[in-house]
């Protein structure tokens, strides 16, 4: 039987420009094209944007000197290609009929947490389909959503993203240039927090503990944020199938926060690295997680 072709979307929201068109037509194409266009995206980038190699293949040598080298190099590769694949694929996250997101974007887990209307902070680590995730949740849960956001450097790729991570139940996208005041007032109105705080952003509010055997820099937004407004801690990861995406909403961490940022920023490391083994190749190694350093220690990464 002759392949259907994809039909003219139907338009229920205005269109601002022909790439928004184009976009909205294309979102009807079949995931395998998406997967087969995003992974030769991805391969390009793992191919020519040779520092950005260099960093994931030195990310992976410091986090996992047991693993064979032939190993660490199929995730190096697996981590542009799951890059590429996530971004391509917000086209139909974005701009396709809501009923893809239902099909190709599997809730699992503990959902009834965010269910119930009471302000959470969710932790959420940056593996590539926290945007398939986010899109799922906020879709799908009808409440107050929150999350930060990092303003992009040009403005057509900006608007893009901010509008994409706006499409569902009007969330409140926080800039960092804000800082976490704004978020502390969320969480006070009963909203659903999402906090993505795994990434090295310096020495300021941050403590060195342990990833992976490394002294890294970690922020201790998470635990500050949950003492001061008294709600709990859940986390959510996404991850890559062939399918689409599948959420996986755990349980809310007991004892959480100590009242230690010491202690409590090792307990988030010690997590995320249990999440990190069971998905290497698609996690943001792509980041330099140890440029931070104690001081007087060497740079670990090579020039």
């Known amino acids: 039987m002759a392949a259907s072709r994809p039909s003219w979307p139907v338009l229920t929201s205005p269109v601002r420009s022909v790439s928004d068109l184009a976009q909205r037509w294309l979102a009807r194409l079949p995931l395998p094209m998406f997967r087969a266009a995003g ?22 040598e410091l986090c996992f000197p047991e693993a064979e080298p032939g190993q660490r190099a199929r995730w190096a590769r697996e981590t542009f290609v ?102 502390l007032k969320g969480l006070r109105e009963g909203a659903a927090l999402c906090l993505l705080p795994d990434m090295d952003l310096g020495a300021r509010d941050s403590v060195f503990v342990e990833f992976f055997g490394q002294e890294a820099a970690t922020v201790t937004s998470l635990p500050r944020l949950a003492k001061a407004a008294g709600v709990p801690v859940v986390p959510w990861i996404c991850r890559l199938v062939p399918g689409g995406y599948q959420v996986e909403v755990m349980a809310a961490w007991t004892g959480y926060p100590s009242g230690d940022d010491l202690v409590d920023a090792r307990f988030m490391n010690q997590q995320l690295e249990g999440y990190v083994r069971t998905m290497p190749g698609q996690y943001h190694w792509l980041h330099r997680r140890f440029k931070t350093r104690p001081d007087g220690a060497a740079s670990l990464y090579r020039s």
């Open 82 to 183: 799951s890059f590429g694949q996530s971004f391509v694929d917000r086209v139909w996250l974005w701009h396709g009929d809501p009923k893809l997101v239902e099909q190709r974007v599997a809730l699992t887990g503990r959902v009834e947490q965010l269910e119930q209307g009471d302000a959470v902070l969710c932790f959420v680590p940056h593996f590539y389909g926290m945007d398939a995730g986010w899109t799922r949740l906020t879709h799908t849960i009808k409440r107050n959503w929150w999350t930060f956001y990092a303003p992009q450097r040009k403005p057509g790729m900006d608007r893009w993203i901010r509008e994409g991570r706006q499409r569902y139940a009007a969330p409140r996208l926080v800039s960092r240039r804000e800082g976490v005041r704004p978020l």
């Open 39 to 60: 992974a030769a995206f991805g391969l390009a980038l793992w191919a020519f944007a040779r520092r950005r190699r260099s960093i994931v293949e030195r990310n992976l």
